[in-house]
């Protein structure tokens, strides 16, 4: 058994203690040590493509690949089994992109030891999370192979316990890996809920929406929340026979229901915000709706608020005085153009000036991806009554590809504008991107506008029936429930 005397000094300054023989005090970390053991008899190490039979429900342990000639790592697999530990992160995430950098450097320390070593290590350190709090975290992290000879992957997985707090101080509540929330689903996102919740390693709480005849209704919990941490999923978008006002009250009155229940906690997360658009006065005596939104929510003691690529993040923030999350899934739509685009040249497009930072966001991490530079441009759009206005485009797109990306496609005429602009100054093909896949009444408009040659959205909405002669072979949906899942774990 190594401990830190026999340690070599950067590991000495990073953790508590480093066994190489380790006997893990967490059953779940033993469990995988157990297994990681037995299919190690049958190869010198396990390939990575075994880590799935050594967790085969993929939620409690974490794969790492070394980036050939780099001391880089990047996540292949575990995102939710990571989170409680590094907060929400992506699957082909980089170790050095982290937002906690101090873990970062101890699992990158820890990784390049049993790289050397061959052999599993179990480390213990404490982390101080959000507000002080404090854990006591044990990491396992064990060596694969694909071919037997060199480490070319990490296996890992982490248990946190909470630490107690010094005398005389109040210590607050600080869960566990294994402290899970309930999480509830309603009826009009039931399936993206019961993802997200899989993704988290639970099942969904079960619940009662009952509707009456004048257009009433009524929901409730039907198990024992008292005392616990509940999460609301979602999606806050209008539907045929389902406004996005119906499925707002429904959130609202639910979120009540389980704080006259003796829930401790009650936070939401709402892929798609409704009334997020409406987030200034752009007129005289409009009015500032997603301002309204917070207000209601916080009336109904919501404790927290997740959601994702709302229209204006500023705006979000400070509709809300409750704590909010506004996921960003570009990471996510770089790796996706990145595997497609090959060594093509390529401007990323924002259809207006509003979305210009959420273009940039995305043309960082698009250029991250490829390893090489990424043109930009942006359209001038004006919108009064509906119409929709602008003709100013700055940036070469000449002979290149052109992404053209925004938070939400509603009816498309935004999108359709671009496309045709892109083609019309030269782009030798125009793929659009969105979070939101609305698709509204009249979007069958974008599908007919010829310089669109694919559309990429998320799953944070279900897609409404669409014209598959028209758009077959160019609609692609990227999940993001494990995302979602990752940053409910984080949160506690």
């Known amino acids: ?125 404490s982390l101080c999370g959000d507000h002080g709090r404090r854990a006591a975290v044990e990491l396992l992290v064990a060596p694969l192979s694909s071919d037997g000879r060199s480490v070319d992957a990490l296996f890992g997985a982490a248990a946190l316990q909470a630490e107690a707090p010094a005398p005389g101080k109040a210590g607050r509540h600080w869960g566990t890996a294994r402290a899970a929330p309930l999480v509830f689903g309603l009826d009009a996102s039931a399936a993206y809920a019961e993802a997200v919740a899989a993704e988290l390693g639970l099942a969904l709480a079960d619940h009662e929406e009952r509707a009456f005849e004048d257009g009433e209704f009524k929901i409730r919990p039907l198990v024992d929340v008292s005392r616990r941490d509940v999460w609301i999923v979602a999606s806050l978008e209008g539907e045929s026979g389902l406004s996005a006002n119906d499925k707002l009250c429904r959130v609202l009155f639910f979120a009540g229901a389980l704080k006259d229940s003796g829930a401790r906690s009650v936070s939401v997360a709402a892929p798609y915000l409704c009334y997020a658009r409406k987030d200034r006065r752009t007129k005289s005596r409009d009015p500032v709706t997603i301002r309204y939104v917070g207000q209601i929510f916080e009336a109904m003691g919501v404790a927290r608020l997740l959601t994702a690529e709302v229209h204006n993040p500023a705006a979000f923030e400070n509709a809300f005085r409750c704590p909010t999350l506004n996921l960003d899934f570009s990471p996510a739509f770089a790796r996706h153009f990145a595997s497609r685009l090959g ?122 029936p669409l014209d598959q002669a028209l758009v077959r072979g160019r609609l692609t949906v990227l999940p993001t429930a494990a995302t979602v899942a990752g940053a409910i774990a984080a949160a506690g």
């Open 1 to 125: 058994m190594t401990t830190l005397a026999l340690t070599p000094l950067p590991l000495r300054r990073l953790f508590r203690r480093v066994d190489s023989s380790p006997l893990p005090r967490d059953e779940g970390i033993a469990d995988l040590l157990k297994t990681w053991r037995q299919r190690r008899e049958a190869a010198l190490y396990p390939s990575g493509e075994a880590a799935a039979t050594i967790d085969p429900s993929g939620r409690l342990a974490f794969v790492w690949e070394r980036l050939p000639g780099s001391r880089d790592y990047t996540l292949r697999s575990g995102a939710a089994a990571l989170a409680p530990l590094v907060g929400p992160v992506d699957i082909g995430s980089r170790l050095s992109a982290l937002r906690q950098k101090r873990v970062a450097v101890r699992m990158r320390r820890l990784f390049d030891f049993v790289r050397e070593t061959g052999e599993p290590v179990l480390a213990q350190f």
């Open 343 to 464: 060594t093509e040249a390529v401007t990323v497009v924002s259809p207006d000036i509003g979305g210009s930072k959420r273009a940039e966001a995305f043309r960082q991490a698009l250029e991250a991806e490829l390893g090489r530079p990424v043109g930009k441009a942006l359209m001038d759009k004006q919108r009064s009554g509906g119409t929709v206005t602008g003709d100013l485009f700055a940036g070469d797109v000449m002979g290149r590809s052109a992404i053209v990306i925004d938070d939400l496609v509603s009816a498309g005429s935004t999108m359709a504008r671009a496309a045709a602009a892109c083609r019309a100054r030269g782009a030798r093909r125009v793929l659009l991107a969105a979070t939101h896949g609305l698709f509204a009444d009249g979007a069958e408009a974008l599908w007919e506008e010829p310089a669109v040659e694919a559309m990429i959205v998320t799953d944070t909405v279900p897609l409404r």
